[in-house]
Structures are given as C-alpha cells and as structure tokens.
C-alpha cells in the first residue's frame, strides 16, 4: 500500500477533520485517492488514542477498520512483553539443558494482524516470525516494522496451521485466534474462534517452550482452563485477566507442556497487579461477611475491587490479604475500619448511611442536589433511584446502594478517597 504526495499531504493537513465530512467531499479532490486517505485519517484518530507510539510516526501504515478494532492496545501489548521477559528470565535461570536446546530465542506470532503484539514482544527475541494470512495485512507489517525500527523481522503471508508445520521449535508461540465467524458476527467461545486451537493444542504444544493464547474477556475463565486442560491436561501455567481504565480488555493464558505448578491468576488493571492462584482462592477462611446492617453502619471505607478481580472472583484471597468484609456475598463491595494502602481499587470515605425510610432519607440527603450513584445487589435500577431521591448526575458526593445480608437495604453516602 503507497500513496503519492498529494495523497500524503491531504492526509497530514486534514488528519484532525471527520472523516464522515471528508466522506462526502471526495468530487472536490480528484488527485486525492479519498479512500486511501480517509482510511489513513481514520486510523491515525484512532491510534492517537490506542497507539501512541505508531501515531507518532508519520509513515505508519493503517488498515482497514476491522484489524484496528481488533487489535491490542499498546498498553495491554506492553503487558504481554512483560510477560515474555520474565519467561525467558525463569528459562534462563531453569534447568542447564533446556528439552529442546537451540542457538537462538524464537517467537512466532500465528496470527499476527495489525501486528502490535509481536511488534511489542519481538524485540525480545533473537528471531522473530510474523504470519498472517491476509496479504494486505502483510504488506502493511513490512512496512510499518521497517519504519518502526523493528529489524530483522520475518513476515509470511499463510495460514498458521499449515506454516506451523514449517516452523522450527520456538521459545515462545503467541496466537489471537480471530473471534468473527464468516458473516462478521462476534464470537467468544474458544471452538468458535479461527482457528479452534482445542484440537491442534497438542501440536502448537510440541512446537514450542511457551504458548500464549489471547482469548475474550467475555469467557468464563474456569471453563476456559478446563476445555484447555482437557485438551491438553498439565499445560496451563499462567491465566492474565488484563483490563485498561478498569475495562477488562482480555484474557491471556500461558501454557507450556507437563506444567505441574498451581495456575497463577493475574489480575491486572493499568499499574495495579493483584496475584493469586487456585490454590490460594479454595484455602480457608473463605470470605468474611457484615453480619448485620448496625456493622456496616460503622464502618469508615466502603469499597470496590477492580474489573479484572471482580472478573476472576478472587475475593477470599482479597479478604485475606487486608482488613475488609464483604457487605453480601453477592455485592462484591467491602468495608474496612481505615483507608487501604494499595488496594486494588476504589474505596471512598463513608460520611453518612440511610435506609430507605422517608425521613432518614430526607435528613440524610439534606443540602445534597447532585450526586453520583450506584446500585450494586439492589432491588432499584440507578434511574429508579435517582428518580426517588430527586437528584442530578455529577458532583462530589458518591451514593452508594446495597444490600446487607438478604434483605436489608442501605445507602452509603461517599466522598472518593
């Protein structure tokens, strides 16, 4: 994919315009290919944003929409490149004689898309093989690797399970099975994906040290570990729950063939990493409870973990690690005496709780004209209680509705701490 300078300098002088208005000039630009640019402008807006680093440099490349949608953020593919250092790390310090002794590391991404993920992981390996099946995906990656300043990096247009055949051991395999069927819809089973790695997990297992497999964040993890371990029992190593902003992205699950150690659980939020395994989570005491609602009427923090720990359920873990109980054992709010250093997080600063009663809400809500609400294991929607309590969106002070063993309703009101 090229474009000539009129192309070029249409594309830098209208990168920050809409593209639906660009859309719609195209008469007014008859040595501009419009398509190209509009596809470029379209791509950069949206790498701004997704990927900063690509979007820094001018001679980057986009695709169409679909592969951009698609592909990782910078931040989650930064992640995966953390993971790849550390396993090579543990294989350097492992055994002297590693079962498949080679002169160089090798990674080789199966599906390598927009090419963010390997562009990330690769320059951690001495060799490093991009495979994907779409030519205009291709064509893309050589470029953009080149004006990146990724050197030496193999790219080869084909499908991943014939070119696994083809390929030597590898340190490290990374596949992100594409999760559309043939008409565009989305899919999120692992059997739905393409390709459906459950029947060649044997084989991709035989292929390398590590596999990575980056899969929905819509799965159920615990039956993605056992569809993965019963296609290939003792492979799961590691499951990653990876979200940004609090917005659980992906799941990534490191496998390597005859793992005997416990399945570590990751969960992962920006900068905040809470680990655990399932071990760990199945061990007593199991999850503290506030008995009655006068308990939690005296507590200091209310608080709420992140995404990705509500995602994995790893709440006895959390439990056991600071002071909290749970207002429920369905809310997956807690409460503790003080603020928490470090919590995997929010917490806000109780000032005052209600019930639902008339008047303990008229005196407890008193002076308040806007407020930010949640209902969490509530009998009300927010717009039902907002509508109740007569009340606008925005402001300082944080509502907080729950409910307290079976049947007793209160609402904390909260300032963000």
Known sequence: MTYDDATRQFINFHRFDDVRALALQTHRYPDVDMSLAIQQIAGWQKAQVKLPTWAACDQVLYPPHLALEQCSSERTARYKAQICRRLLQQQEEGAATPPHPQPTSLIADLTGGLGVDFFMMAPLFQRRIYIERQEQLCQCARHNFSVLGLDHAEVICGDALEQLHLLPHATLLFIDPARRNLHGSRTYAISDCTPDILPILPQLLDKTDYLMVKLSPMLDWHQTIRSLETA?????????????????????????KGATQPVTITCVNDDDIFVTDLQAEQQPPLLAVVAQAEEAKTAVCLLEPNATIMKAGCFATLARRY???????????????????????RQWRILRTT??????????????????????NFPMTVAELRKR?????????????????KHEHLIFVCSKI
Not at 233 to 254: D, F, W, Y
Not at 360 to 371: F, P
Not at 389 to 405: E, F, P
């Open 232 to 256: 290939c029992p003792h492979s799961v190593r590691e499951l990653h729950i990876v979200a940004t902003g609090n917005e659980c992205k992906e799941l990534l699950v490191v496998l390597r």
């Open 323 to 345: 002071p909290i109980k749970a207002l429920s054992d369905n809310s997956h709010l807690f409460v503790a005496q003080q603020p928490l250093d470090g919590f995997p997080g």
């Open 355 to 376: 019930t639902l009663n008339k008047r303990q809400l008229s005196d407890c809500l008193q002076g308040i004209r806007q407020a930010n609400i949640t209902v969490r």
């Open 389 to 405: 309590l007569r009340l606008a969106d925005g402001g300082d002070i944080y509502l907080i509705a729950s409910t307290i063993g």
